[in-house]
């Protein structure tokens, strides 16, 4: 099995930052240009280190903010990884991945207790009725380039989409490091960056569109810790009339919604 990136060394520095050096594989490659990372395996990863950083036992991550500050370049990099808040409860930390002299994405996360507090769980958000292995292949995507594009399966419901609103199911056979398992956390997250291509209001292929509408963020927030390889990305595009988009999302894995996620978008012209 092939994977997304090429774990290359790590230093441990006394002060407990963490620099891990990282190769990526074709298999990452994005969608707005062949020399560029896309951000969904690259969020995965990011959340490998974080959550492989000091882990507490009776902490989980809850939240996870990544900023996009310019094009991922498809090269060499690092992640340097630290905390910024200590805690027994409450803790955020802070992954920064570099490439070619300058930071490409800070990413944050804040790890929460955990305790037992099913007497009073509830969830607002529905429960899907769709069971992804028995959907039909869903190959619009496709018509996006790269290699992550290449590396997914999509299946979904045609009956309930339409530009602009829809849902989605997603997995992928690919390992997030190379030699390492990749576990449910790492595989889901690392695919939700696609939200903003799922549902787009424009058209569903690159050669397409007329306007282009990257995003310069990723939010994702969890209720619960997440299970299972398929990824359901239920989405909603909303476009502003000053050229600043939303894409907002509930995210589901087999056993229902787990959390959510926002990611900013500029809109502007396609270059020709």
Request: hydrophobic share 40%.
């Given at each position: 099995?092939s994977?997304?990136y090429?774990?290359i060394?790590?230093?441990?520095?006394?002060?407990g930052?963490?620099?891990a050096?990282y190769q990526?594989t074709?298999?990452?490659?994005?969608?707005w240009?062949?020399?560029?990372?896309h951000?969904?395996?690259?969020?995965?990863?990011?959340t490998a280190e974080?959550?492989g950083y000091a882990?507490q036992?009776?902490?989980?991550i809850?939240r996870?903010?990544?900023?996009?500050?310019g094009l991922?370049?498809?090269?060499?990099?690092?992640?340097?990884?630290?905390c910024?808040r200590?805690?027994?409860?409450i803790e955020?930390?802070?992954?920064?991945?570099?490439?070619?002299?300058?930071?490409a994405i800070?990413?944050?996360?804040?790890?929460l207790m955990?305790q037992d507090?099913?007497?009073?769980a509830?969830i607002?958000?529905?429960?899907?009725?769709h069971k992804p292995?028995?959907?039909?292949?869903?190959?619009?995507?496709k018509?996006?380039p790269?290699?992550?594009?290449?590396?997914v399966?999509l299946?979904a419901d045609?009956?309930q989409?339409?530009?602009g609103r829809?849902?989605v199911?997603?997995t992928?056979?690919?390992?997030?490091?190379?030699g390492?398992?990749t576990?449910?956390?790492?595989?889901?997250?690392?695919?939700?960056?696609t939200a903003?291509?799922?549902?787009p209001r424009?058209?569903?292929?690159l050669?397409?569109?007329e306007?282009?509408?990257p995003?310069?963020?990723?939010q994702?927030?969890?209720h619960r810790a997440?299970?299972g390889?398929?990824l359901?990305?239920e989405?909603v595009q909303q476009?502003?009339?000053?050229?600043?988009?939303?894409t907002?999302?509930v995210?589901?894995d087999?056993?229902g919604p787990f959390?959510?996620?926002?990611?900013?978008l500029?809109?502007r012209?396609m270059p020709r």
């Amino acid at each position: 099995m092939s994977a997304y990136y090429n774990f290359i060394k790590r230093e441990q520095r006394e002060d407990g930052v963490n620099i891990a050096h990282y190769q990526p594989t074709k298999h990452a490659q994005g969608a707005w240009n062949e020399h560029e990372q896309h951000m969904a395996p690259a969020t995965g990863l990011l959340t490998a280190e974080l959550n492989g950083y000091a882990p507490q036992e009776n902490m989980r991550i809850a939240r996870i903010s990544l900023d996009i500050l310019g094009l991922i370049p498809l090269d060499d990099f690092t992640v340097t990884t630290r905390c910024i808040r200590p805690g027994k409860t409450i803790e955020l930390i802070e992954a920064v991945m570099s490439s070619r002299g300058r930071d490409a994405i800070i990413a944050r996360a804040w790890r929460l207790m955990t305790q037992d507090t099913s007497e009073i769980a509830g969830i607002e958000d529905q429960k899907t009725l769709h069971k992804p292995e028995e959907l039909p292949i869903w190959e619009d995507m496709k018509g996006w380039p790269g290699g992550f594009i290449e590396s997914v399966r999509l299946v979904a419901d045609d009956t309930q989409r339409r530009p602009g609103r829809g849902m989605v199911w997603i997995t992928n056979d690919v390992d997030m490091i190379e030699g390492k398992p990749t576990d449910d956390l790492v595989h889901l997250l690392g695919m939700v960056d696609t939200a903003n291509g799922v549902v787009p209001r424009l058209g569903l292929g690159l050669s397409e569109l007329e306007w282009m509408f990257p995003n310069t963020d990723l939010q994702i927030h969890m209720h619960r810790a997440p299970q299972g390889r398929w990824l359901g990305i239920e989405a909603v595009q909303q476009y502003g009339n000053d050229g600043i988009g939303l894409t907002s999302a509930v995210l589901h894995d087999i056993n229902g919604p787990f959390g959510r996620s926002e990611q900013i978008l500029t809109i502007r012209p396609m270059p020709r």
